[in-house]
Antibody
Framework: QVQLVESGGAVVQPGKSLRLSCAAS????????MHWVRQSPGKGLDWVAS????????FYGDSVKGRFTISRDNSRNTLFLHMTRLRLEDTSLYYC??????????????WGQGTMVTVSS | DIRLTQSPSTLSASVGDRLTITCRAS??????LAWYQQKRGKAPKLLIY???NLQSGVPSRFSGSGSGTEFTLTISSLQPDDFATYYC????????FGQGTRVEIK
């Protein structure tokens, strides 16, 4: 069925790196802009990064700029988030989300179930 | 950055009540606003896009209105399935979310 499945979440020490993955299935992944959105425990939603359908254009939230890199492999229908220099405040549930098109452009019309990243010493 | 402020933060209501949640933007975002519903332990779900357009499959008791800096989400008759947290999101520039409004059972 049409779905996004995140993986790669873990408990890591401050300053370390981690790579998250999001596997897409049952839709034409390579035609959609994709995003990462995070949610700290008990808190609200925070947009992290986006990548264009072909991987050539990326945008980042201010809190992760210069530390996180979003990328994609359309041949494997997979989205990535490479996180470096992790901080305590990066502890969150990380969702991948598919952006809509047409009238739904720039909205997040489909979400995965999330993968948890805990930064702790 | 464009900031979104939702009110109230928590809303206690009963089944059948009419509810209104407000979202205010720190600057003009035209109608580039969406609303999401998030149930406990689940991913957010898109309800409304471009301020007033109902996402396919979303019940018609949900409606959105507004433009510029002030927006509302209305649930005309609250159902048991509607107890959840609701977020507004602007997409005029980068994407930002409001802090959320939790709808709880009175």
């Amino acid at each position: 069925q049409v779905q996004l499945v995140e993986s790669g979440g873990a408990v890591v020490q401050p300053g370390k790196s981690l790579r998250l993955s999001c596997a897409a299935s049952a839709f034409n992944f390579g035609t959609y802009t994709m995003h990462w959105v995070r949610q700290s425990p008990g808190k609200g939603l925070d947009w992290v990064a986006s990548v264009s359908y072909d991987g050539t254009i990326t945008f980042y939230g201010d809190s992760v700029k210069g530390r996180f890199t979003i990328s994609r492999d359309n041949s494997r229908n997979t989205l990535f988030l490479h996180m470096t220099r992790l901080r305590l405040e990066d502890t969150s549930l990380y969702y991948c989300a598919r952006e809509g098109y047409g009238t739904h452009l720039r909205t997040f019309e489909m979400w995965g179930q999330g993968t948890m990243v805990t930064v702790s010493s | 950055d464009i900031r979104l402020t939702q009110s109230p933060s928590t809303l206690s209501a009963s089944v059948g009540d009419r509810l209104t949640i407000t979202c205010r933007a720190s600057q003009n975002i035209n109608t580039w606003l969406a609303w999401y519903q998030q149930k406990r332990g689940k991913a957010p779900k898109l309800l409304i896009y471009k301020a007033s357009n109902l996402q396919s499959g979303v019940p018609s008791r949900f409606s959105g209105s507004g433009s510029g800096t002030e927006f509302t989400l209305t649930i005309s008759s609250l159902q048991p399935d509607d107890f959840a947290t609701y977020y507004c999101q602007q997409y005029n520039g980068d994407w930002t979310f409001g802090q959320g409004t939790r709808v709880e059972i009175k």
